[in-house]
């Protein structure tokens, strides 16, 4: 029996094991087969073996000793988790458009981890401003589409999933501390949208999660061109926040060689729906966008922010349109 080594020197030794095993046991009684393991790139752990049952498969069927008890090989080129960084989309006023371009890049992409950056619903119902009675004002309606997003981000598959609440989503909260006080507690974001049930990790609001060495919150207080870096000046550190709607990224030098990186990614949501700025100054200053990440083992994330240009981005070398 061939002996397995960690980390495994070639990929394909594993994959010519995998299609001899597949060929000697015809009717295996799990659903693992090498379309699973192509579809993780040759990225074999612990949680895609488990999930596919390949890891009682190789033990019975294969010729290699797979008899550590987390058999971890990665190819070189999977070494990297992906990660989907999700802007402000304003759900259901988000732009159809832009979050189908987003969607697309996505399964192209192929997300590790997808992170929702705040106001990815806009809870206009609930709001305490002066509504426009033009607009539709059912919280339940506004609910089922945001559920219907949420059900199409779930789609992606990825294994970790943080929610990180902005302001809009806040607005339920001052909701039931102002007119429904005694509900405060038993009605929860979390709850309302399944969060938990979906897999989905949730940050409250004006708290922060942390992604290997990049921080992760909405806002900071501030919304201008500049946030970025007052929100870098917060932390002492590298974030992403939401809120802006803009796109920068600022990338900042250290004696130690560690540069610290501020991003913001823009947003997805449409702009023919702002009613709280004049529609000149959102379109100048606001982005349709996202943005991806691709974390090391050390904590490491390297950012690309993902703009929108006239109806096309850019993911894995593919024009998404
Ligand atoms: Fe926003
Ligand atoms: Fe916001």
Not at 97 to 115: C, H, Q
Not at 235 to 259: C, K, W
């Amino acid at each position: 029996m061939t002996k397995y080594t960690r980390p495994l020197p070639n990929i394909e030794v594993v994959i010519q094991d995998i299609e001899d095993a597949l060929a000697a046991s015809q009717k295996s009684r799990n659903s693992f087969t090498l379309d699973n393991y192509k579809k993780f790139g040759g990225l074999f752990d612990g949680r895609s073996l488990r999930r596919y049952g390949g890891f009682e498969f190789l033990k019975r069927n294969s010729n290699l000793d797979y008899s550590g008890d987390e058999p971890i090989m990665r190819s070189t080129t999977t070494e990297l988790k992906k990660v989907l960084f999700i802007p402000d989309c304003h759900v259901p006023y988000h732009d159809a458009k832009a979050w189908n371009l987003m969607m697309a890049a996505a399964r192209e992409f192929e997300p590790d981890t997808i992170v929702i950056l705040g106001d990815f619903a806009d809870f206009y119902a609930v709001s305490a401003y002066e509504k426009d009675p033009r607009r539709p004002n059912d919280l339940s309606d506004e609910l089922a589409i945001v559920e219907e997003k949420l059900d199409e981000l779930d789609a992606l598959g990825a294994s970790k999933k943080i929610y990180i609440c902005g302001n809009h989503e806040d607005r339920l909260e001052r909701y039931l501390i102002s007119r429904a006080p005694a509900l405060f507690g038993s009605v929860t974001i979390p709850a309302t949208l399944h969060l938990a049930e979906r897999g989905w990790q949730f940050i409250q609001y004006k708290r922060s999660f942390k992604l290997g060495k990049l921080h992760l919150t909405h806002d900071t207080g501030t919304a201008g061109i500049n946030a970025h870096r007052q929100s870098m000046a917060a932390f002492q550190g590298s974030v992403i926040i939401g809120h802006t709607h803009r796109m920068e990224v600022s990338v900042l030098g250290n004696a130690a060689g560690a540069p610290q990186i501020g991003a913001m990614f823009g947003w997805l949501g449409d702009f023919d729906k702002v009613d709280y700025m004049h529609a000149i100054k959102a379109r100048r200053d606001w982005v349709h966008g996202f943005g991806i990440g691709y974390q090391e083992s050390n904590g490491v994330i390297h950012l690309q922010p993902i703009p929108i240009v006239e109806g096309t981005c850019v993911v894995n070398g593919k024009l998404i349109r």
